[in-house]
């Protein structure tokens, strides 16, 4: 299993809404995955999103507006 995690809320990048991406993906082609638009990727076996509807707890910086 390979996760990137990145701390930043969403409305700081201009983002509204927030959902986790599950991808399952063919191991030889995790770098083709993490660098390129992944709907257009053969490499994609199925894809699972959900909404964020509330963050609890969030680490890293405060970034005020």
Do not use: C, H, N, Y
């Not at 083709?32 to 680490?59: F, G, N, S, Y």
């Amino acid at each position: 299993m390979l996760a990137f995690l990145v701390d930043i809320p969403p409305a700081a990048l201009g983002f509204r809404a927030e959902a986790r991406l599950w991808l399952s993906v063919q191991p030889s082609q995790i770098t083709t995955v993490v660098t390129e638009r992944i709907a257009a990727l053969d490499a994609i076996r199925a894809i699972e999103t959900a909404p964020v509807i509330r963050t609890v707890k969030r680490a890293g910086t405060l970034l005020l507006p």
